[in-house]
């Protein structure tokens, strides 16, 4: 059974007549007649009951109208997803998420994949370490990053969403916690709280800055991520110099503090370089808009991010 000779016999039952039926589809009515008698031979039953005055469905005729209702909303429906896919707006996004980010931008970013691609779902992995998300991109596990560059080897491809500063975090009875402002030499003396990786683009970051700052920053205690940092800040146990975004996450006897002279540090969204991905095109380009964001570069070195 042809799928035409489907769509012919539904426009017939509908209108029960051969002439308006052919006007709707935009064929002769002989044509359309002849194509009628084709399916019904290749049946074997009678769909129409014709006379000279008008045309009505038989029993089998009336059943096979809502069979080929079904169908052909199923077709139909088929024909709008495969195009949708193909368009980049269906479909399935895995994306991997760094530490902070989770906090302060996965939301934002659901929230316009949600209103601009309602038929995107996203797959979330959080707390995943730049050299991660890099070797996840290459190895097909993750479809998009929001990570911190510089990327960890070849083939992937960077747009800056924020470029943020670094901020102290101290504990509520920290001597600097009455300070609305803190100078990076301040913290000459101070124990510092970082990140365990070595591979951490925020422990770089803040390196670079108290270097600049005149002294090499003491650390005291390590952390595997955000949350664990930032309650051992608050147990009193060190400072830490963190990205902005962490004031996203709330946490009692915990201060945060702007730094005077304290370097900035890029949040990006990754993907895969000269991969054709309508899918991750779309979503990257809708994030794009929402974050005005702009290349930083093609194909990135090998680099030390979080």
């Given at each position: 059974?042809?799928?035409?000779?489907?769509?012919?016999?539904?426009?017939?039952?509908?209108?029960?007549?051969?002439?308006?039926?052919a006007?709707?589809?935009?064929?002769?009515?002989?044509?359309?007649?002849?194509a009628?008698?084709?399916?019904?031979d290749?049946?074997?039953?009678?769909?129409?009951?014709?006379?000279?005055?008008?045309?009505?469905?038989?029993?089998?005729?009336?059943?096979?109208?809502?069979?080929?209702?079904?169908?052909?909303?199923?077709v139909d429906?088929?024909?709008?997803?495969?195009?949708?896919i193909?368009?980049?707006?269906?479909?399935?996004?895995?994306?991997g998420?760094?530490?902070?980010?989770?906090?302060?931008?996965?939301?934002?970013?659901?929230?316009?994949?949600?209103?601009?691609?309602?038929?995107?779902?996203?797959?979330i992995?959080?707390?995943?370490?730049?050299?991660?998300?890099?070797?996840?991109?290459?190895?097909?596990?993750?479809?998009?990053?929001?990570?911190?560059?510089?990327?960890?080897?070849?083939?992937?491809?960077?747009?800056?969403?924020?470029?943020?500063?670094?901020v102290l975090?101290?504990?509520?009875?920290?001597?600097?916690?009455?300070e609305?402002?803190?100078?990076?030499?301040?913290?000459?003396?101070?124990?510092?709280?970082a990140?365990?990786?070595?591979?951490?683009?925020?422990?770089?970051?803040?390196?670079?800055s108290?270097r600049?700052?005149?002294?090499?920053?003491?650390?005291?205690?390590e952390?595997?991520?955000?949350?664990?940092?930032?309650?051992l800040?608050?147990?009193?146990?060190?400072?830490?110099?963190?990205?902005?975004?962490?004031?996203?996450?709330?946490?009692?006897?915990?201060?945060?503090?702007?730094?005077?002279?304290?370097?900035?540090?890029?949040?990006?969204?990754?993907?895969?370089?000269?991969?054709?991905?309508?899918?991750?095109?779309?979503?990257v380009?809708?994030?794009?808009?929402?974050?005005?964001?702009h290349?930083?570069?093609?194909?990135?070195?090998?680099?030390r991010?979080?």
């Amino acid at each position: 059974m042809e799928l035409r000779h489907l769509r012919y016999f539904a426009a017939v039952a509908d209108t029960c007549h051969f002439g308006r039926a052919a006007d709707q589809l935009h064929v002769a009515q002989p044509a359309l007649s002849y194509a009628i008698r084709q399916l019904e031979d290749e049946l074997g039953v009678t769909l129409f009951n014709r006379t000279t005055r008008q045309v009505s469905l038989t029993a089998a005729g009336e059943f096979l109208q809502g069979e080929a209702a079904r169908i052909l909303t199923g077709v139909d429906d088929a024909v709008r997803g495969v195009r949708r896919i193909a368009a980049g707006r269906s479909g399935l996004v895995r994306l991997g998420v760094t530490g902070t980010a989770a906090f302060s931008h996965l939301p934002r970013i659901a929230r316009v994949v949600r209103r601009e691609l309602p038929d995107v779902a996203l797959q979330i992995r959080a707390d995943l370490l730049t050299p991660d998300q890099c070797d996840g991109l290459r190895s097909g596990a993750i479809d998009l990053g929001v990570l911190r560059p510089p990327a960890v080897g070849q083939g992937i491809e960077l747009r800056t969403i924020d470029v943020e500063p670094l901020v102290l975090a101290v504990s509520v009875d920290h001597r600097l916690a009455v300070e609305p402002v803190v100078s990076l030499a301040d913290l000459r003396s101070e124990p510092f709280i970082a990140y365990a990786s070595r591979h951490s683009a925020v422990n770089d970051a803040v390196v670079r800055s108290c270097r600049q700052a005149g002294f090499v920053p003491h650390r005291e205690h390590e952390a595997p991520g955000t949350a664990v940092l930032l309650s051992l800040v608050a147990a009193g146990l060190g400072v830490a110099v963190v990205p902005g975004s962490v004031r996203a996450l709330p946490l009692e006897g915990l201060v945060f503090r702007d730094l005077l002279d304290a370097q900035t540090i890029e949040l990006a969204l990754a993907w895969r370089s000269g991969e054709d991905d309508p899918l991750v095109e779309a979503v990257v380009g809708v994030l794009a808009a929402a974050f005005s964001v702009h290349a930083i570069a093609d194909s990135m070195p090998t680099g030390r991010p979080l």
